[in-house]
């Protein structure tokens, strides 16, 4: 990981002595520019270069530099038409967020960079131009949180001078380039890296052009190559063509009309409205010009919606995602209706990945009962040899519109010799609504167990939720008849039914600290949890926290955060505290140790967001106080953020259900959620960020208070 962040500025030489004085300054500094080629380039060519950064960055869990080059600019003369010091010439476009600092292996070429992308349109003429670093210090040593800042005064560095010249491009040459480009974009998805470099190139070069014929390819090209393309519309110098232009071509049957089109649509076109802003802080001018853009994706929205019978296949699925995306956010659309009976219409017509990311979004979003004919026939159609993403995505959405028709299916497919069904989705089916006797699950596992038999494993946590105390004899006897000695889903089902016989399978080795344990403890601490949990198996991984294998005692710890009872929250902390009075005054060797900071992170988060107590803001404020490592202060400090009141209760439902609560943001089901949020004290105040009536009227029983948003 490297922590140099670089980007690009343009600054006049006015001759050669100034980049000479700043060279001086650092001779020897690994740091060049190489010209990827040389020569004579047309306008609106992209001209790229290969940079090759000083020294610098470190990976966690080493100590950090006393100072890195943060690469901060190109020096080029001329300027054109930034070019100094006091006004530099930015990325128009980052793509990825900055330049990774060095070092570089002696045979790796650094990945090129195009100096269209920071002075775009370069004129012709003749260029000279180096790059140009900033030193940064480190603000504070280990344990503080690893922070670094520019050095005071400035001091920057230089690499070598490179120079090109830039022509007039000719109409031939224009059209000849975007020709290729187009045919690249449009061609066969790439397989190797060569091709996806030869496709990201052909896109800047239409990026780049800013004209006519370039916008019109760059929207028939789409959606390949769109990080790269949607720049060169988002920049022209012409915004009110450019919009016309893509609100004209949303009727197309074969445009592509992402939500990014909406987006870069919406901001040309209130651009082109509006007059050139006004200097200084101007809040009624981007409200003006925010509602400007706001109505222009209202219309197109609108116009995609009746677009949509005629839209080809591709440009079809990606129309229906970006109008599920717009339901979001606009408050009942007039045409939700139309779009969802297109969508069931269409549905065997789109490609498999389509079908199962669109389905659950639409169900999810929409809540509506007609998806339920469509989800069923999903799981109607697989068959053995399919993929089994889609009927498990389908059966989730179904149960989130109708629960008992979702474990009707369920029921039915353990039933089955061959089913898509496996043991993560049984957390849908309740034993109590299961009504499947010992005899049947017992039978189950028998023919799963036969040459030819289907998911051992499925038909053994089945046995394990579901099974009676009433078989405990007969289940028993199949554990022990078990030719592979860890067997920990059937081992759930005694910590649900017969503690002490748990207990035994536990305690069947000696619990020696110091040396390897069996391969079954960490099966133990991983898959029987999730089925059944216990004191008994509490017990045995509270113990392992004392192990000698950072891999067992963090697997101990994450189990105990999920799975643990209250009472696992002391032992956790007792760890904690043992791993502070170790490490206290050795920051720097422990930071040299990566399987010890791994450890501290993984026994900070168990306390911090264990799943059954509650860690209050005065509890971080003691994790703060034992952290050693900087990493782990960092955490705490952003779960200590989070309890800033009122407290943030925010619900995700697609793919899957997320809920957060305020450090607590990894909560998979709503039932997780509400238990959460039932164990804060009466009275606590929250913000929702998207309203649930469920959740209101949920904490209102518990004493708790919503504000309003």
Not at 225 to 254: F, Y
Not at 631 to 648: F, G, I, S, V
Request: charged share 20%.
């Amino acid at each position: 990981m490297r922590f140099a962040s670089l980007y690009l500025l343009a600054i006049s030489t006015a001759g050669a002595q100034p980049w000479t004085a700043i060279r001086q300054q650092n001779p020897g500094l690994e740091f060049t520019l190489t010209m990827v080629r040389e020569g004579v380039y047309h306008e609106g060519e992209p001209i790229r270069a290969h940079l090759r950064l000083p020294p610098g960055g470190f990976t966690p869990g080493t100590p950090p530099p006393a100072a890195l080059w943060s690469f901060t600019g190109l020096l080029l003369d001329p300027p054109s038409p930034c070019g100094t010091l006091a006004a530099p010439c930015y990325p128009q476009s980052p793509r990825f967020g900055g330049i990774a600092s060095g070092p570089y292996s002696a045979s790796a070429t650094p990945p090129p960079i195009a100096f269209n992308s920071f002075v775009n349109p370069l004129r012709p003429g003749h260029y000279r131009a180096v790059a140009l670093a900033r030193k940064l210090v480190l603000r504070a040593p280990p344990p503080a949180q690893i922070q670094f800042i520019y050095a005071e005064p400035a001091q920057y560095a230089v690499s070598n001078t490179v120079e090109f010249e830039i022509v007039a491009a000719s109409p031939a040459w224009t059209s000849q380039a975007i020709a290729a480009s187009v045919a690249l974009l449009k061609g066969p998805e790439p397989t190797t890296s060569t091709g996806y470099q030869a496709r990201e190139q052909a896109a800047e070069q239409l990026q780049f052009l800013d004209q006519p014929a370039s916008w019109t390819a760059i929207l028939e090209s789409l959606p390949a190559a769109e990080n790269i393309l949607w720049p060169g519309l988002s920049n022209t110098r012409q915004p009110a063509r450019v919009c016309a232009l893509m609100q004209t071509a949303i009727l197309s049957p074969s445009q592509s009309v992402s939500s990014y089109y909406l987006d870069t649509m919406g901001r040309l076109c209130a651009t082109a409205q509006m007059p050139e802003p006004p200097k200084g802080e101007q809040p009624a001018y981007w409200k003006q010009w925010a509602d400007r853009r706001e109505a222009a994706m209202a219309t197109a929205a609108d116009a995609l919606a009746a677009s949509l019978p005629a839209k080809l296949a591709p440009a079809k699925a990606v129309a229906f995602t970006t109008l599920i995306e717009r339901a979001r956010q606009e408050p009942k659309p007039t045409w939700i209706p139309a779009v969802q009976a297109e969508f069931i219409k269409s549905f065997l017509t789109l490609n498999t990945w389509s079908q199962r990311s669109l389905l659950s979004q639409f169900a999810y979003a929409l809540r509506s009962p007609e998806f339920i004919p469509l989800l069923e026939s999903v799981l109607d159609r697989w068959k053995p040899g399919d993929y089994y993403e889609a009927p498990r995505e389908a059966l989730a959405t179904l149960y989130a519109l109708d629960p008992a028709r979702a474990r009707a299916r369920i029921i039915a497919e353990l039933k089955r010799d061959r089913t898509w069904l496996d043991s993560p989705q049984l957390v849908m089916l309740p034993p109590s609504a299961t009504h499947l006797t010992d005899d049947e699950l017992i039978a189950q596992l028998a023919a799963a167990q036969h040459p030819g038999g289907w998911n051992v494993p499925l038909s053994m946590t089945a046995l394990a939720r579901y099974a009676s105390p009433k078989a405990l004899p007969r289940i028993k006897a199949i554990y022990e008849s078990q030719q592979q000695p860890c067997q920990p889903e059937l081992v759930a089902y005694f910590v649900r039914v017969e503690p002490a016989y748990a207990a035994r399978v536990f305690h069947s080795h000696p619990w020696d600290m110091q040396s390897e344990p069996p391969p079954c403890t960490i099966q133990y601490f991983t898959r029987t949890p999730p089925i059944a949990m216990g004191p008994e198996l509490e017990a045995y991984m509270t113990a392992y926290l004392a192990h000698r294998t950072v891999r067992i005692k963090q697997q101990a710890a994450q189990s105990l955060s999920k799975f643990g009872s209250p009472a696992a929250a002391a032992a956790l902390w007792d760890t904690f505290r043992y791993f502070h009075d170790y490490w206290k005054g050795k920051a720097e060797q422990l930071l040299q140790n990566g399987e010890g900071v791994g450890l501290e992170r993984e026994l900070r988060s168990a306390i911090a967001r264990g799943r059954h107590w509650l860690t209050t803001d005065t509890d971080l404020r003691t994790l703060e106080a034992l952290c050693i490592t900087g990493m782990c202060l960092q955490e705490t400090r952003q779960d200590l953020a989070n309890w800033q009141r009122p407290l943030r209760l925010e619900l995700y439902r697609e793919p899957t259900f997320r809920g957060v609560i305020a450090q607590y943001y990894a909560l998979e089901s709503r039932q997780a959620f509400l238990d959460k949020l039932a164990q804060f004290p009466k009275g606590t105040q929250f913000r929702m960020m998207s309203d649930d009536a469920d959740v209101r009227r949920f904490a209102a029983a518990h004493g708790l208070i919503i504000l309003p948003r």
